[in-house]
C-alpha cells in the first residue's frame, strides 16, 4: 500500500514541506490535506502518495514520530479501497481489521482510535497510579459509545487482553460488535503501546 496516512500536523503544514519530508524516502506522487479525524486540538493531517510500496514503507519507518514544525507526525497506511468487481490475488496479504488512525496523550491516559471494518474503538491506556506502579488499566468503546469495557492488569499487554476477554462476553449489538481483537492487538503493538 503505498498510501500513508499523516497526522498530528501543525496548522503550519505545508503541502510543499510535506513532498520534501517524504521525498527523502522516495518518489512522492501526491500530496492531500485532511482534516483529523476527533481532534480536539489544533492539529491537521495529510495523505501522501508514494510512487512504490518500498517507499512507502520506508517513509513509515523512518518518519513516524519525526519532528515537523514541531509536531511529532503519526504515520499509518491509509485504506485503500479495492476496485469493485476486482478480487484480491490469493496470495496476497490480508487486509488488517484493524487500522490507529488516531492517537492522542490526554492527562491521564494515552487514546487510540482504530478503525474496526464493523466500527471506530477508542482504546485508552491510563498511566500507572503513583500508589500501584504496577498495575495498568485499559478501557475500550465503540463511537457508538455505549459499551464500555475495562480491565487492570501488571501490564498493558495482560489489560489489553483482559477488555478482549470481556468484550467477547458481551451479547453482540451495534454498540458493541464483534471485533478482531488479535489485529487490535497487532495495531497497538506496531505503535508500542503494548
Not at 117 to 134: K, M
Not at 147 to 157: I, K, L, P, Y
Amino acid at each position: 500500500m503505498s498510501k500513508l496516512y499523516v497526522s498530528n500536523l501543525s496548522q503550519t503544514t505545508s503541502l510543499a514541506s510535506l513532498r520534501q519530508a517524504f521525498a527523502a524516502c522516495g518518489e512522492v506522487i501526491d500530496v492531500e490535506m485532511a482534516p483529523e479525524r476527533g481532534a480536539y486540538h489544533s492539529t491537521s493531517a495529510a495523505y501522501v502518495r508514494m510512487s512504490t510500496n518500498a517507499a512507502a514503507e520506508r517513509a513509515a519507518a523512518n518518519l513516524h514520530g519525526t519532528l515537523l514544525l514541531g509536531r511529532s507526525m503519526v504515520i499509518t497506511h491509509a485504506h485503500e479501497e479495492e476496485p469493485k468487481g476486482r478480487k484480491r490475488d490469493k496470495g496476497a496479504e490480508p487486509v488488517s481489521n484493524a487500522r490507529i488512525t488516531q492517537q492522542y496523550r490526554e492527562r491521564m491516559s494515552m487514546t487510540y482510535e482504530l478503525s474496526c471494518h464493523s466500527a471506530r474503538l477508542t482504546v485508552r491506556i491510563f498511566f500507572p497510579d503513583p500508589e500501584s506502579p504496577s498495575r495498568w488499566r485499559v478501557e475500550a468503546r465503540t463511537d457508538r459509545g455505549e459499551s464500555v469495557v475495562e480491565a487492570t492488569e501488571g501490564s498493558r499487554e495482560l489489560a489489553l487482553r483482559g477488555v478482549a476477554e470481556a468484550w467477547g462476553s458481551l451479547p453482540t449489538s451495534a454498540s458493541a460488535p464483534e471485533l478482531d481483537w488479535p489485529a487490535i492487538a497487532t495495531a497497538l503493538k506496531a505503535v508500542r503501546a503494548v
